[in-house]
Antibody, heavy 120, light 106 residues
Framework: QVQLVESGGGLVKPGGSLRLSCVPS????????MSWIRQAPGKGLEWISY????????GYADSVRGRFTISRDNARNSLYLQMSSLRAEDTAVYYC?????????????WGQGVLVTVSS | EVVMTQSPATLSVSPGERVTLSCRAS??????LAWYQQKPGQAPRLLIY???TRATGVPARFSGSGSGIEFTLTISSLQSEDFAIYHC????????FGQGTKLEIK
């Protein structure tokens, strides 16, 4: 059974940094593209970043490019999102999600999400 | 950016009814369209990809159609567990979601 478990969320001041982690189970993590997707309170979903299975390719939404960095360690079975220069508008539940083996497409498995609150 | 617009924002329906949700893209996304169901406090669940292919384990009462810029998700006979928010997502040019349609009990 595919499972994704995020951690690392919490309260951070504007301008601060935070690192999210996502630990997968139930599938061969290194075979799949992975993404981070967020949902601000009461709002819709926003894709923010993807990373290819071999770590070579990454992509970012304009809203986070230059501030967030996605990475993965296939040997340690972990996905990460390093967030810096955080703003109030980054407040959201952050989900890690699995895509396909060959590219970032639809998202067939999601974690339960972790809340990041940016506030002074 | 490809903007996805879902309509209506909220739909009040009764169990057993047939319902159709709409999703429109600001430019053609071919058939690179997925639908998700999200219940309160839960992560989204993939229902449909490729505009019309049901994901594993999704009941047959859910069906998707469309291509280009107009897409629909149809639930043939609403069950109590179907009351939720439904999101569409395009993956033709980067990845964008609609704002969601909330299905509520009438």
């Amino acid at each position: 059974q595919v499972q994704l478990v995020e951690s690392g969320g919490g309260l951070v001041k504007p301008g601060g940094s935070l690192r999210l982690s996502c630990v997968p189970s139930g599938f061969t993590f290194g075979d799949y593209y992975m993404s981070w997707i967020r949902q601000a309170p009461g709002k819709g979903l926003e894709w923010i970043s993807y990373i290819s299975s071999n770590t070579i390719n990454t992509g970012y939404a304009d809203s986070v490019r230059g501030r967030f960095t996605i990475s993965r360690d296939n040997a340690r079975n972990s996905l990460y999102l390093q967030m810096s220069s955080l703003r109030a508008e980054d407040t959201a539940v952050y989900y890690c999600a699995r895509s396909s083996r060959s590219s970032c497409t639809w998202f067939d498995s999601w974690g339960q999400g972790v809340l990041v609150t940016v506030s002074s | 950016e490809v903007v996805m617009t879902q309509s209506p924002a909220t739909l009040s329906v009764s169990p057993g009814e047939r319902v159709t949700l709409s999703c429109r893209a600001s430019q053609s996304v071919s058939n690179n369209l997925a639908w998700y169901q999200q219940k309160p406090g839960q992560a989204p669940r993939l229902l449909i990809y490729g505009a019309s292919t049901r994901a594993t384990g999704v009941p047959a009462r859910f069906s998707g159609s469309g291509s280009g810029i107009e897409f629909t998700l149809t639930i043939s006979s609403l069950q109590s567990e179907d009351f939720a928010i439904y999101h569409c997502q395009q993956y033709n040019y980067w990845y964008t979601f609609g704002q969601g349609t909330k299905l509520e009990i009438k």
